[in-house]
């Protein structure tokens, strides 16, 4: 079963602006990962968040975690059309070998 | 990131026959094998889990006589798909697990689009 909701399902921005993109989930968690997959494409690791950890940076990329909440997001800065892309968060548990359970995602439209 | 290869990345076949996929890790030894499906527009959703000489353990509602999984070696893992029909038509993505890791990246496989006609 998923894990949890990304939202917004779409978003659609114009290149330059930044893409916020919110993911929550239901049971305690050990990290998080955000994933792109271009259309048709296989997943591309992005980062990963550790419960532990508050805020994490990478390059355009920034990623919180809320740990009472349940939720985290991903900020893209300075959006490019290259970022148009489906994003999905994944929650890895507190448990070695373990599967990560993906949400449902947000495409991103980014368009120039 | 470790290297982890499917095959075929892409197959049609007809409604009836039964397609073989296989991953590979490359780079480090599985000891664990997840499998994933993705159907269009959707996420990934996980379908079994199988450690290496153990039998998989599949989630609820997928059926392990039409998926088998055999996970023989620390490299390789396969996921037969039988008397596949159109409504198996999805992204199968396999995801390694090295011995020992845990609660780190977990690495994909590039997927195999199945088309069932």
């Known amino acids: 079963s998923q894990q949890g909701e990304e939202d917004p399902q779409a978003l659609s921005i114009q290149e330059g602006e930044n893409a916020t993109m919110n993911c929550s989930y239901k049971?305690?968690?050990?990290?998080l990962q955000w994933y792109r997959q271009n259309s048709g494409r296989g997943l591309v690791h992005l980062i990963l968040?550790?419960?532990?950890?508050r805020e994490k940076h990478s390059g355009r990329l920034r990623v919180t975690l809320d740990t009472s909440k349940k939720s985290s997001s991903l900020l893209i800065t300075a959006s490019r059309a290259a970022d148009t892309a489906s994003y999905f968060c994944?929650?890895?548990?507190?448990?070695?070998?373990?599967?990560?359970?993906f949400g449902k995602g947000t495409t991103l439209s980014v368009s120039s | 990131g470790a290297v982890v290869s499917q095959h075929p990345s892409r197959v049609i076949c007809k409604s009836g026959t039964s397609v073989k996929i296989e991953c590979r890790s490359l780079?480090?030894?599985?000891?664990?094998m997840f499998w994933y499906r993705q159907f269009p527009k959707k996420s990934l959703m996980l379908m079994a889990t199988?450690?290496?000489?153990?039998?998989?353990?599949?989630e609820q509602g997928v059926e392990k006589d039409k998926f088998l999984i055999n996970h023989a070696s620390l490299t390789l893992s396969t996921l037969t798909v039988t008397s596949a029909h159109p409504e198996d038509s999805s992204f199968y993505i396999c995801?390694?697990?090295?011995?020992?890791?845990?609660?780190?990246?977990?690495?994909f496989g590039p997927g195999t689009r199945l088309t069932v006609l």
């Open positions: 199988s450690n290496e000489g153990s039998k998989a353990t599949y």
């Open positions: 968040i550790r419960s532990n950890e």
């Open positions: 995801s390694p697990l090295a011995g020992g890791s845990s609660y780190n990246e977990q690495f």
């Open positions: 780079d480090f030894q599985a000891t664990t």
């Open positions: 994944a929650t890895g548990v507190n448990q070695a070998g373990t599967a990560l359970i």
């Open positions: 049971t305690s968690i050990n990290n």
